[in-house]
């Protein structure tokens, strides 16, 4: 006969089997670049902009794609390749949906990258709820370009697609906790709309430079339009033109009640549901 301690330490295993997250929390695993794993309370897992294995700030054991479990939806935010990454191979292991800016979804169809079903089509302003209706996606704007780089696999010919229109995603989880991948962007006025509107409780925000906004772009666009309870800084370190670094950011927000999420990519950090009346304060 069992045990009865061991039997429930295995039910306990099986009914939180995402390393030791805990009940009534979302959990966030960032891989580098602007790679996410969100695990919702309900344990539905959301992956954006999987680039994984050329990627080279994600750590080697994340390269593995079987390594993320159960992926239930895949949210890409352009047609750059540092954030298409391993997306269609990673859609067709889990049969999980890809969604993407509508002309990009349109390519991958057209290529054969991805089989229609898994490539269903949103556009900016537009709110999904693949994942039940207690998670809703919304597509925003975002302030960037969307050009898809394709290599044909036989005659080995590279051009450049359509992409559709480069967008960030507003995620709002079961307890309400909202999150704002913001993509690849420069800043725009705009986000003081989604900072009042949308009032997100984590920001995860391009500070690298160049491509994207720097690190006192970043922290101007936190401080003043979004105003967000977290921020965890993204798209900095994996080529030399994206030289902004989380201190600098950390440095130009100075006072803001931001709280900075000094992660490393590998790491995970847990929510609890948000505090609506300081959200409230704050907006
Ligand atoms: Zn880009």
């Known amino acids: 006969m069992r045990p009865p301690l061991l039997a429930s330490v295995i039910l306990l295993m099986a009914a939180f089997p ?5 009940p009534g929390k979302v959990e966030i695993l960032w891989l580098g670049q602007s790679a996410m794993r969100i695990t919702t309370v309900q344990g539905k897992v959301i992956v954006i902009d999987p680039w994984l294995k050329g990627n080279p700030k994600t750590p080697a054991e994340w390269k593995d794609l079987s390594k993320l479990g159960k992926v239930d939806l895949i949210l890409v935010t352009h047609g750059h390749g540092d954030h298409v990454g391993d997306t269609a191979e990673l859609a067709k292991m889990n049969n999980a949906p890809v969604w993407s800016p509508a002309g990009l979804q349109d390519t991958f169809i057209t290529l054969g990258i991805l089989p229609a079903e898994l490539a269903p089509r949103m556009n900016k302003g537009g709110t999904i709820t693949p994942l039940g209706p207690d998670i809703k996606i919304t597509m925003t704007h975002a302030d960037h370009s969307s050009e898809f780089s394709y290599v044909d696999p036989e005659t080995k010919k590279r051009s450049n697609q359509v992409g559709g229109e480069p967008a960030g995603f507003i995620i709002e989880l079961e ?3 909202k999150i704002y991948h913001m993509g690849d962007t420069a800043v725009f006025g705009d986000m003081r709309l ?27 666009a936190t401080r003043e339009m979004l105003k967000p309870k977290y921020a965890l800084p993204m798209h900095y370190g994996t080529n030399p033109y994206l030289k902004g670094t989380p201190e600098e950011y950390k440095a130009a927000l100075g006072t803001s009640p931001t709280e900075v999420l000094m992660m490393q990519p590998g790491d995970t950090h847990q929510f609890d549901a948000p505090a609506r009346d300081v ?3 704050r907006g």
């Open 175 to 177: 307890n309400g906790f």
């Open 18 to 22: 995402a390393a030791a997250q805990q």
């Open 194 to 220: 989604i900072g009042e509107r949308d009032k997100p409780d984590l920001v995860m925000i391009p500070i690298g430079g160049h491509f994207v906004m720097s690190p006192q772009d970043a922290a101007y």
């Open 279 to 281: 959200t409230k304060k």
